[in-house]
Every structure is written in C-alpha cells, then in structure tokens.
C-alpha cells in the first residue's frame, strides 16, 4: 500500500487529507482539507535521537529503525544514521544529552538505494 509513494512529496505537500480535523503548530484547528502531510509525518516518524526521520528521511515510516543502545531491552525506536552512530561513531549518548549531531555522512551512508 505504501509502494510507489514518493515521501518527498508528501513531505512537501501543504494542500491535504479531506476530513481530517488536525491541531496546527500554533494550536487552532486546520481548516478541512488543510491538514499538513509534513506535519503528520514528522511526528509520527521523528527520530528522538536526532531529530530526523525513521528510517530516513527519504522514506518515513518504510520500516522500522533501530533500537538504541542506551537502554537494555532497545526499545527505543530510532533511525537507521543514529544505529549506525551508536555502533561506530559516538557510540550510545544519555537521553538528557538528545538530540545529538550526527555525522551527515551516517546519512548519506543509511539512504535508500536505488
Ligand atoms: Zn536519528
């Protein structure tokens, strides 16, 4: 279902879902057919480490990202750069120090192939 779908799209798009009743940033009501996609999925998807997408930011939402090492049992979600990071580049960083700089070739590194 998610085949096909071009996300940068979607990430640029500013016209909407009909039927949604979504909050804006600013905390009112976007009008029926004005929901932001980018908004919608930055949320769902945000990485909590770094602040961009899960997995990537070509792909949100594709699949999943990885778990972080900071805690035992990896049950936090976060994407595939920041995997790479806390295997072998800072290595794990404490929640309280989050969002942390990534590397932009982690980046480059995790991105879709084609
Ligand atoms: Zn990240």
């Not at 016209?15 to 949604?20: I, K, N």
């Not at 899960?54 to 990896?74: L, Q």
Request: overall charge negative.
């Amino acid at each position: 279902m998610t085949e096909n779908v071009d996300f940068n799209a979607l990430l640029n798009n500013t016209t909407v879902t009909p039927g949604l009743d979504l909050q804006t940033p600013e905390g009112g009501h976007a009008a029926e057919g004005q929901t932001r996609h980018a908004d919608l999925i930055r949320k769902a998807y945000e990485c909590p480490r770094c602040l961009h997408l899960i997995p990537n930011d070509d792909m949100p939402g594709a699949y999943m990202g990885a778990g972080s090492r900071i805690t035992e049992d990896r049950s936090i979600e976060i994407c595939s750069a920041c995997g790479t990071d806390e295997a072998m580049g800072n290595g794990p960083v404490p929640r309280s120090a989050w969002p942390v700089h990534v590397d932009p070739s982690l980046y480059e590194m995790n991105k879709p192939r084609r």
